[in-house]
C-alpha cells in the first residue's frame, strides 16, 4: 500500500494569499469609500461588498470540506477493498 501525498503550500504562497485578500478588501474598501455618492448608496454597497466576502469564505470552506470527505471515502472503500483481497487470498 503507497503512502497518502501530503499536499502543503508553501510559506511564500500562504504569504501571497493573506496579502491579497487584505489587500483587496482595503483597496475596495478606500473605493467606496471615496465614491462621490451619497452615505446611504456607500452603506449598500459596503453591505454588498461583505456578503461577498462571507460568502466567498463560505464557498471555500464548503469546498474543502467537501474533497476532504472525499478523499476519506475513498480511502476507507480502498481499505475495506484490500481488506477482502487479502481475506480472499488467505481463504484460497
Known amino acids: ?11 511564500s504562497w500562504i504569504f ?6 487584505v489587500l483587496s478588501i482595503t483597496l475596495m474598501c478606500i473605493g467606496i469609500w471615496m ?3 451619497t452615505l446611504w448608496i456607500k452603506g449598500y454597497l459596503a453591505m454588498g461588498l461583505f456578503f461577498v466576502i462571507s ?3 463560505s464557498l471555500a470552506k464548503t469546498t ?7 478523499k476519506l471515502v475513498n480511502r476507507l472503500s480502498t ?6 483481497l487479502k481475506d480472499y487470498d488467505l481463504k484460497a
Do not use: G, W
Request: hydrophobic share 40%.
Open 1 to 11: 500500500m503507497e503512502a497518502p501525498e501530503i499536499h502543503q503550500d508553501t510559506a
Open 16 to 21: 501571497y494569499v493573506h496579502v491579497s485578500f
Open 35 to 37: 465614491l462621490p455618492v
Open 64 to 70: 474543502r470540506d467537501q474533497h476532504e470527505s472525499r
Open 79 to 84: 481499505a475495506k477493498a484490500e481488506k477482502m
Open 55 to 57: 460568502a466567498s469564505l
